[in-house]
C-alpha cells in the first residue's frame, strides 16, 4: 500500500541553523500538507500546498519557515534559522483529490527535529 | 473545550473489553477524522465520517457523529494489547475553505493484556 515517507527520521540542529525535512507524498496525491507536534502537546497545522502554490497557512508558519517542491515527488519544509521551541515531530501529509469534500489525509512517521 | 477535544484523557481497560472514545467540537465541520498514533511514531488514519453520516464502521471500529451535539465517539470493539496508543480526532471544514486539521488532545488508551 503507498505511503508517504519522511527524512530523515531524526535530525539534531544547532540553533540557527537552517534544516530541511524532506517528505514523498503518495504519488498520485494533490495536496500536501505539514503539521507539528511539540512533546506532550497536540498536533498542529503548518501549511499547505496545491498547484505549486501555499493554499493555507497558519500563524506558526511565519518567514522562517518555507515549502518547496522541487522536482515533482519531493516536498520540503525548510527552516532558516532554527530556535529551541522549534523542536518538535514535524509531520507530513498528502490527500488524494481536490475535490470539496474528500479530504482523507494521510500522513508520514515524522521528523523529530531537536534544536540544541 | 478547544476545537476537537477528546474525553477522557486516559482510559485503561483489559484485554477484549470495549474502548469508547469521544470528541467534541465547536465550530461546524464537514468531515471528522480519527487517527492512531503509538508512542513517538506516525499518525495512522483509521476512518473519515463526513458531516452528513451519523455511523461509520470498519472492521472493529465503529465512529458515530453528531453534528447537533458537535460531537464524535470512536468504539473500539474487543479490544487487543497491540490497541494501546494514543487516539486523535481531527476536523475540517472544507467547505468554508478550511482544509486544514484541526487536531484534539487525544486520549490515551491502554488496553492490558
Known amino acids: 500500500e503507498p505511503e508517504v515517507t519522511q527524512t530523515p527520521s531524526h535530525q539534531v540542529t544547532q540553533m540557527g541553523q537552517e534544516v530541511i525535512l524532506r517528505c514523498v507524498p503518495i504519488?498520485?496525491?494533490?495536496?500536501f500538507y505539514w503539521y507539528r507536534q511539540i512533546l506532550g502537546q497536540k498536533v498542529e497545522f503548518l501549511v499547505s500546498?496545491?498547484?505549486?502554490?501555499?493554499?493555507?497557512k497558519s500563524e506558526i508558519f511565519d518567514d522562517q519557515f518555507s515549502v518547496e517542491r522541487p522536482d515533482g515527488s519531493n516536498f520540503t519544509l525548510k527552516i532558516r534559522s532554527t530556535k529551541l521551541e522549534d523542536s518538535a515531530m514535524y509531520f507530513c501529509?498528502?490527500?488524494?483529490?481536490?475535490?470539496?469534500?474528500?479530504?482523507?489525509?494521510?500522513f508520514g512517521p515524522g521528523t523529530r527535529l531537536t534544536v540544541l | 473545550s478547544q476545537q476537537g477535544e477528546e474525553d477522557p484523557q486516559a482510559l485503561s481497560i483489559q484485554e477484549g473489553e470495549n474502548a469508547t472514545m469521544n470528541c467534541s467540537y465547536k465550530?461546524?465541520?464537514?468531515?471528522l477524522q480519527w487517527y492512531r498514533q503509538n508512542s513517538g511514531r506516525g499518525l495512522v488514519h483509521l476512518i473519515l465520517?463526513?458531516?452528513?453520516?451519523r455511523e461509520k464502521h470498519s472492521g472493529r471500529l465503529r465512529v458515530t457523529l453528531d453534528t447537533s451535539k458537535k460531537s464524535s465517539s470512536l468504539l473500539i470493539t474487543a479490544s487487543r494489547a497491540a490497541d494501546t496508543a494514543s487516539y486523535f480526532c481531527?476536523?475540517?471544514?472544507?467547505?468554508?475553505?478550511?482544509?486544514?486539521?484541526?487536531f484534539g488532545s487525544g486520549t490515551r488508551l491502554q488496553v492490558q493484556p
Open positions: 481531527a476536523t475540517d471544514a472544507i467547505e468554508t475553505g478550511r482544509r486544514a486539521l484541526t
Open positions: 465520517i463526513r458531516s452528513n453520516e
Open positions: 504519488s498520485n496525491h494533490l495536496y
Open positions: 500546498f496545491y498547484n505549486n502554490e501555499i493554499s493555507e
Open positions: 465550530t461546524s465541520i464537514n468531515n
Open positions: 501529509a498528502s490527500t488524494r483529490l481536490s475535490s470539496q469534500t474528500y479530504n482523507e489525509q494521510f
